[in-house]
C-alpha cells in the first residue's frame, strides 16, 4: 500500500492524454488528486478519473485562474500544484515522503524542476536549476505573474528546499515547440495590453537577439548541444512573435480609437 500523506494534488489539463497517467502515477503518495479540465476531447478525463481524481471541469481563464480554482476546492492543508507534462521524480518522492512524516514547519517546499527537450535532459540555457515553489501550505501562496508564465506568489513565513528534481518534459519535437510558442506569445502580447504597456520598435529589434544571447551564451546553452542551440533560436523566436504580436495589436487599438473618434 503506497504511503499517503495531507497533501492535494491539483493538476490542469487539456488533451494530456499523452502525460497524464505518468504524472498523477508517480504523485499518487498524495491522499487527494484534482483534474481541473478545460475541455479535453481526447481521453485525458478518462485516464484520470480510473486513477483516482476528481476531475472538474472549468472553462479556460489563464494558467494562474485555473491553478488557483484547483488549489481553492482541494480538501488537504497541503497543496502540490504541478502540471501534466511534470513527473515527481523518484529522489524528490522519498523527500516529500521524509518532510511529511512529522507535520512541515514551514509553510511551503521549493523544488528544482528540470526541463526535458524531446526526452533529452537539459542542464543549463536557463531551464536548470529552476526553484519553484511548487508545494505549499493552502492560503501562504497564490498563482500570479503575467500570462502564460504562471508564477506562485508565496505569502507565508517560511519555506525551504527538498532534494531531488521534478522533471519537465516540455516539447516532445520542435514542430510542438514552435506551435507553442506561437500561442504563448499570442497570449503574453494581449497580457501587455491589459497592463497598459507601450509598444516601442527597440523592443522589437533588440529583444529577440538577446533573448538567443543570454540563453546560449550567458546561460551555457551551448553546453547543451543541439538543443541548446535551438532553445535559444526557439528563446528569441517567441520573443520577436511576443513583441511583433504586441505592436500589431497597440496599433489595431489605435486605428480603433481614431475611428470612434471621428
Known amino acids: 500500500m503506497n504511503e499517503k500523506h495531507p497533501i492535494s494534488l491539483v493538476v490542469i489539463t487539456c488533451n494530456e492524454e499523452r502525460n497524464i497517467a505518468r504524472c498523477l502515477g508517480a504523485a499518487d503518495f498524495c491522499r487527494e488528486m484534482i483534474v481541473v479540465d478545460s475541455g479535453s476531447t481526447d481521453r485525458t478525463i478518462e485516464i484520470a478519473r480510473a486513477l483516482g481524481a476528481r476531475v472538474m471541469h472549468r472553462d479556460w481563464s489563464g494558467y494562474g485562474d485555473q491553478k488557483n480554482f484547483g488549489t481553492a476546492h482541494a480538501e488537504n492543508d497541503w497543496v502540490l500544484c504541478i502540471d501534466a507534462d511534470e513527473v515527481v ?13 512529522t507535520a512541515p514547519t514551514v509553510d511551503a517546499f521549493e523544488i528544482n524542476r528540470r526541463g526535458f527537450y524531446a526526452g533529452t535532459p537539459i542542464r543549463h540555457s536557463g531551464w536548470s536549476p529552476q526553484w519553484r515553489t ?23 513565513r517560511s519555506k525551504t528546499r ?18 507553442k510558442n506561437t500561442a504563448s506569445a499570442q497570449a503574453a502580447a494581449e497580457g501587455m495590453v491589459r497592463e497598459g504597456r507601450r509598444a516601442t520598435l527597440a523592443g522589437l529589434l533588440v529583444r529577440p537577439p538577446w533573448a538567443f544571447v543570454r ?4 546561460q551555457l546553452g551551448f553546453l547543451d548541444g543541439f538543443y541548446g ?14 513583441y511583433a504580436v504586441f505592436r500589431e495589436l497597440m496599433r489595431q487599438s489605435k486605428v480603433a480609437t481614431d475611428a470612434d473618434a471621428r
Open 134 to 156: 511548487f508545494l505549499y501550505r493552502k492560503g501562504c501562496a497564490e498563482w500570479g505573474g503575467q500570462e502564460p508564465h504562471s508564477v506562485v506568489i508565496f505569502r507565508g
Open 162 to 179: 527538498l532534494a531531488g528534481e521534478l522533471r519537465h518534459f516540455t516539447y516532445a519535437s520542435i514542430r510542438q515547440h514552435v506551435a
Open 215 to 218: 540563453s546560449y551564451i550567458a
Open 89 to 101: 521524480s523518484e529522489e524528490l518522492r522519498q523527500s516529500i515522503l521524509a518532510a511529511f512524516r
Open 229 to 242: 542551440f535551438v532553445i535559444g533560436v526557439m528563446n528569441a523566436h517567441y520573443t520577436f512573435i511576443k
